[in-house]
């Protein structure tokens, strides 16, 4: 009976598959959404997110080759900036609720690599939150 009420009009699955990452999956949705050929060739650098906290995994952001990807996993290509901070705190600078440089000071966001990536991407962040109204 199970497999007929997929069949009927209107009928809901009983099993629905989990979101892709939650508010990090939604975040990088919009990431993708705004990075295109132009963002690449400004940046030209592969970032590596390692999120700790409630929503924890491993994430990336390739603005070096073609038109740039994101996602979940790690990078492509060897990371040339690694930020390390808690999700919940990640959520809240690429909404705009976090600068990125008082995470920095006050210790919620680590930084390995080259700094000068890690400043061209709150001009990112910036785009994402115009992208978002």
Request: hydrophobic letters at 40%; charged letters at 20%; aromatic letters at 8%.
């Amino acid at each position: 009976m199970l497999i007929c009420s997929f069949l009927l009009p209107g009928a809901t699955p009983a099993f629905k598959a989990p979101p892709s990452g939650g508010p990090i999956g939604s975040t990088f949705d919009i990431i993708r959404g705004v990075i295109n050929e132009d963002v690449v060739k400004a940046t030209q650098g592969v970032y590596r997110f390692d999120l700790s906290g409630d929503h924890s995994g491993v994430w990336f952001l390739d603005l070096k080759s073609g038109s740039g990807s994101a996602g979940q996993g790690e990078p492509p290509a060897k990371a040339d900036v690694v930020m390390t901070m808690d999700s919940g705190d990640f959520t809240k600078m690429f909404a705009g609720q976090l600068k990125p440089t008082m995470a920095f000071m006050t210790g919620k966001l680590r930084i390995k690599g080259d700094m000068t990536l890690a400043i061209k991407l709150e001009k990112l962040m910036g785009r994402m939150n115009k992208a978002r109204l």
